[in-house]
């Protein structure tokens, strides 16, 4: 047989080429094994981050509270719409114009723009900014409409529940938290700011179920309690918005402060914002704390203040009003300079005549005492408040005139935040109060408090009798005669306080704005005279005025609502104050003890720190309320209902709530009015139900109910004060001329004392 | 001349065959077994049927092993003609699996055509080269006319599109026309027009163009997962992973949803991983005893058609190997070729068995003669 020619060498070297092609093979895997490594790139490092998955698990920025622990900045979960397009996909947009028709509206898009987007060849697609940022019930909504292919994403987002609502305090983030923009969330953003954590999965063996998961938990942000009250602050958004809407000013704004510890209980401007609509703020600045300008005759009570602590205040000394000259100048008292003739200072502080504090201040008080005064009482320097972007005003240069002017609010500049800080002193015997809004500052993580503010004296630019005299003439400007505070009267509370009607300097330069309403309305007041527990300060600037209406119309429209509802809810006990959730919490649990005896019910309650309140004759417990669902307070009613004989009972004390509870279980209608607690009742205890008819029942607050009391110990007080051998002949003398200056003006108790302390002073 | 004896058999050659076959199986099962799983809620699927087709496949070895290769000469058109009946019939009513219509299913059997024509292929060029001895020295008498056939057959192989049989295919066409003793110069042209041919339909589809580019420089599209540098790179990992000794029978991480077909043309990463250079060994050591085997084999026939059919198997299966242990070691570009008798794959282990069969039986036949050639000289007083 023929062999093939050269076949040996031939099939030799294709053998020799195999042999060479493995060697190397088997070479380069070798280099791979051992050195791990292809080209420079480490696989070993690839292998790790292939093997091990990596998630972010999302910190919660932190909440920030109102006094009574109710949220104004929150972080919730908020829905995106997208509808999946792919028809591989089973859930799957099947009837695109019926989506678009029923869902278009929903998210404020057109039905055909929308069925367009609907019939595109994509996967999926996210439909218009209507569909981003929906809230549960809206995301609730899109889905009864059941329609195949829509589907939600569910994305963090900052909300703010109260809308409108101390919104330059909050200021705001953007919605997805990306940003903190403003306002204390700008402010606090390193403590709102939570750390994310990692959450590493290891897959090494994921199919034999031996995943091994490390978690680096998420430290979430911390939340921030404020001293704004939730209560007070609604009353004054709600004013300052009726005033913005019947008076249209340029600006206004209202700082509600605790007296006694310069907590800031409710602070708000106008314009203000929707901090959820961001988009469409028109000012961002917090005119509260930012604002600089010449504030007008608000600032006399502080020059009072320093004629009074300085000792040289004669209130029934005399003056010829009008105009006085200076430097060359001649100012005019704000009647054009008519006057009102030879008038007290008392009279002229009654009137807000400029004539009386240029006096004050320029032959009165000794040279340089004015200005030394202001810069005690904080003017010309920052609070210190803890809200970002605080102005610091400007006193202006000491010269004769400008001191002049300044005494009665020209010239020099204040920030609102520094009235109320200036005005505590008054208000707080002389102690001046930082003032400051945050209370506290926990980390959840935690549950530490990691910041707890303490009232802070800010200093004592006069004494306690400074103080308490310069409230007795102040509370004149509201209850006296020609008093230009009159419009500020409140029944039944005293108000200390001072008005202010200031030009505007003109932005232009040179002078001030002239014409109707160019100026800026504004009133300070403390309350209750005594022991001041409220100081409110309201601005407003520029409103617009029917010729019959006056500037302190629109003030008062915020001043007087925002005060006494302030000093009503401050005289709440603080159970009946704190958010219900916040002692349903920590309550006392009460079982239901329906069916059961009325003795049993009754020990019960008495044993579990409760106030059982049994109606009807009956043994057996019929029905109960609060049921067991509630959990209660110490000392709080429980109310049961017997089987027998049912007759109203004695409600005198009750509280709205305990009232409301009654009328449940009663099944009957009780018209309530006022608020507080309950001082009459229009049925006679022991009238039966059934016989009850409509029953109205009456509530005042705590402190009326104890009206009686509180009138003697004040009468006691005079009497003792009185009977200081050495002040007698001077108070007689003060009196005395008071009673002339104004006849009908009431001589009460508490002016007596006060009155006869300026002379002790100039002893 | 009848006579079989039992040292006739190659035992060396079905020894290596066995083997690398069981340890395929063996490492279809670790591979497969978490892809089983996922995809078919067993975790021994491909494990039971690559069982089955070894037990068809032993039937088969056999077959072929006692069927005197002689006999096969006589069906190369009928052989010829059912592989271009395959190949169109594939077009027509194949399954695509992968982009690729290569597959024909025949109730719970899927057949692949092309796997058909590695055999049928081999048998004709052995067949044709070995009669065309006399005309070898000429192109066109000699080389030429049996490659039309090739190209027919390759043609309708590239249309599925399977470019990386087609390769194999074409490898083991030209190393049997060079072995036919076909002048250099022709090779030449021959591998020259093979090489701009697969250069054209490399370049001309952006997908293999993509392969290419990506085989070029993997990790600069890491990223582009499910694309041939991710599979490669995942391979790469597989081999660094198991180190020099491997973290051991069963224990890749590789296999769990990182490497694709880890079960088929990327079995041997699997196998350096779980069992470092000792299984990198084993198979290229076996494929080794095989191959020299086979050499000898074709060496010692004595008919050229013998001697050819030795070399195109042999060659066939080397080719195959290089194709893929190139493909993951990143030595050549990625086809998706399976590793003969060690891949998961019916077609392939059947023909591959067929093949080896084929090649004991040559040895076979060249060993019974030498034993009689022996016998006769020693005892001539029989017969």
């Known amino acids: ?763 | 001349m009848k006579t079989w004896r039992y040292k006739d058999y190659d035992w060396l050659l079905i020894g290596a065959v066995a083997l690398l076959t069981l340890f395929g199986i063996i490492m279809v099962y670790s591979a497969s077994f978490p892809l089983g799983m996922r995809a078919y809620d067993d975790a021994a699927f491909f494990l039971k049927r690559q069982i089955m087709f070894f037990i068809i496949g032993i039937g088969v070895f056999a077959f072929m092993m006692h069927v005197p290769y002689e006999k096969w000469k006589k069906t190369t058109p009928l052989l010829i003609g059912l592989s271009i009946f395959l190949l169109m019939l594939v077009l027509i009513i194949g399954n695509e699996v992968n982009g690729a219509k290569s597959w024909i299913g025949f109730g719970p059997v899927n057949i692949q055509p092309a796997e058909f024509v590695k055999l049928s292929l081999i048998i004709y060029l052995a067949q044709v080269y070995s009669q065309k001895q006399k005309y070898i020295d000429s192109f066109m008498k000699g080389v030429m006319p049996p490659l039309v056939v090739v190209a027919v057959l390759l043609g309708f192989i590239v249309m599925q599109p399977d470019v990386g049989t087609a390769a194999a295919l074409m490898m083991t066409t030209i190393v049997i026309v060079f072995l036919s003793g076909a002048k250099f110069r022709h090779m030449f042209m021959l591998g020259g027009v093979a090489a701009a041919l697969f250069a054209y339909i490399a370049l001309t589809e952006p997908y293999r163009l993509a392969r290419l580019v990506s085989f070029m420089d993997p990790f600069a599209s890491e990223e582009a997962v499910g694309g041939g540098s991710f599979q490669l790179i995942q391979g790469y990992i597989a081999i660094a992973h198991g180190g020099l000794f491997g973290v051991g029978l069963g224990e890749s991480v590789q296999k769990m949803n990182y490497l694709p077909e880890a079960h088929t043309d990327f079995i041997i990463p699997i196998i350096a991983e779980e069992l470092g250079i000792f299984g990198v060994l084993l198979v290229v050591g076996l494929l080794g005893i095989i191959a020299w085997r086979g050499i000898k084999i074709g060496l010692s026939a004595k008919g050229q058609f013998g001697t050819l059919l030795a070399f195109g198997i042999v060659f066939q299966l080397l080719s195959q190997a290089v194709i893929n242990a190139g493909a993951v070691a990143g030595m050549m570009p990625i086809t998706g070729l399976p590793f003969p008798l060690l891949s998961y794959g019916g077609s392939s282990l059947l023909i591959t068995l067929a093949m080896l069969g084929l090649l004991a039986n040559i040895s076979r036949n060249n060993n019974r003669l030498a034993r009689v050639q022996d016998e006769g000289i020693n005892k001539p007083t029989s017969a």
Do not use: C
């Not at chain 1, 610091?392 to 800080?421: K, R």
């Not at chain 1, 050495?726 to 108070?731: N, T, V």
């Open chain 1, 1 to 763: 047989m023929k062999k093939l020619k050269n076949t040996k060498v031939r099939a030799l070297l294709l053998v020799i080429a195999v042999a060479v092609f493995f060697i190397i093979f088997t070479g380069r895997m070798v280099y791979i094994q051992v050195g791990k490594t292809v080209e420079g790139n480490d696989l070993a490092s690839m292998a790790d981050s292939r093997y091990t998955t990596t998630e972010t698990v999302e910190a919660k920025r932190g909440t920030i509270y109102d006094k009574q622990g109710e949220p104004l900045a929150e972080q919730v979960p908020s829905y995106s719409v997208y509808a999946v397009l792919d028809e591989s996909y089973d859930d799957h947009v099947k009837n695109p114009a019926r989506v678009a028709r029923e869902l278009g509206p929903l998210i404020g898009m057109e039905p055909a723009q929308l069925e367009d987007m609907l019939e595109r060849d994509q996967y999926q697609v996210e439909l218009g900014s209507g569909s981003k940022y929906l809230t549960l019930s809206e995301r609730e909504e899109i889905e009864q409409l059941d329609l195949a292919g829509i589907h939600f994403r569910e994305e963090p987002t900052r909300y703010y529940p109260n809308q409108t609502f101390a919104s330059h305090v909050l200021g705001y983030t953007n919605r997805d938290m990306s940003e903190a923009q403003m306002g204390l969330e700008a402010g606090l953003n390193e403590e709102l700011t939570g750390e994310d954590g990692t959450k590493t999965e290891s897959e090494e063996n994921a199919l034999l179920d031996e995943e091994e998961t490390t978690t680096n938990t998420a430290k979430d942000g911390e939340d921030v309690y404020l001293t704004l009250d939730g209560n007070i602050q609604s009353v004054l958004e709600q004013s300052m918005s009726e005033v913005e809407e019947n008076y249209s000013p340029n600006k206004m704004m209202g700082i509600v402060a605790d007296a006694d510890s310069g907590e800031i209980l409710g602070m708000s401007n106008r314009p203000s914002f929707n901090p959820n609509e961001y988009e469409e703020i028109e000012n961002y600045t917090n005119y509260a704390v930012s604002d600089q300008y010449e504030p007008g005759s608000t600032i006399k009570m502080f020059t009072l203040a320093a004629a009074i602590d300085k000792g040289v205040y004669e209130g029934k000394d005399t003056y010829e009003s009008g105009t006085y000259e200076v430097s060359g100048e001649t100012i005019r008292d704000h009647n054009n300079g008519e006057g009102w003739g030879e008038i007290t200072y008392n009279e002229g502080l009654r009137r807000s005549s400029n004539v009386a504090f240029m006096r004050i201040a320029l032959e009165i008080l000794p040279e340089g005492a004015l200005f030394d005064y202001l810069k005690k009482f904080g003017f010309g320097e920052e609070t210190g408040i803890d809200l970002p972007n605080e102005a610091d005003g400007a006193l202006a240069e000491e010269t004769p005139l400008n001191v002049g002017i300044t005494a009665f609010g020209q010239a020099s500049t204040v920030t609102p935040i520094q009235m109320i800080q200036g005005a505590t002193a008054i208000a707080n015997d002389g102690e001046m109060m930082q003032p400051y809004v945050i209370d506290r500052i926990e980390n959840p993580n935690n549950n530490e408090t990691t910041y707890q503010s303490e009232p802070k004296t800010a200093g004592t630019p006069i004494s306690e009798k400074a103080a308490r005299q310069t409230r007795e003439k102040l509370q004149t400007v509201i209850e006296g005669e020609n008093g230009t505070g009159a419009p500020y009267q409140i029944d039944g509370v005293e108000v200390a306080g001072k008005t202010g009607t200031a030009q505007i300097s003109d932005p232009e330069g040179g002078g001030y704005l002239s014409g109707e309403n160019q100026n800026i309305f504004s009133f300070i007041g403390m309350a209750p005279v005594d022991d001041p527990e409220i100081i409110v300060y309201v601005v407003v600037d520029r409103p617009e005025l029917e010729p019959t209406e006056t500037g302190s119309d629109a003030v008062s429209a915020i001043f007087n609502p925002v005060m006494q509802q302030s000093l009503s809810y401050m005289n709440l006990t603080p159970s009946d104050v704190e958010d219900t959730k916040a002692y349903e919490e920590s309550g006392i649990e009460f079982e239901d003890y329906t069916g059961k005896s009325v003795n049993k019910a009754e020990n019960a309650a008495e044993n579990a720190g409760l106030e059982p309140v049994v109606i009807g004759s009956g043994n057996q417990v019929e029905s109960q309320i609060p049921t067991n669902t509630e959990r209660l307070i110490v000392g709080e009613k429980v109310i049961f209902l017997t089987n027998g004989q049912k007759s109203i009972p004695d409600v005198s004390g009750w509280s709205l709530r305990e009232i409301q509870r009654l009328e449940k279980l009663l099944e009957i209608d009780i018209d309530t009015s006022g608020s507080g607690y309950v001082s009459s009742q229009s049925v006679e205890p022991g009238t039966a139900v059934s016989a009850a008819g409509n029953m109205e029942v009456e509530l005042v607050p705590p402190d009326e109910l104890q009206d009686a009391q509180t009138d003697q110990e004040e009468t006691e007080e005079n009497n003792q004060e009185n009977e200081n051998g050495e002040q007698q002949p001077q108070e007689a003398e003060t009196e005395g001329s008071e009673t002339q200056e104004s006849d009908t003006e009431e001589s009460t108790g508490e002016q007596q004392p006060e009155e006869s302390e300026a002379p002790v002073e100039n002893q």
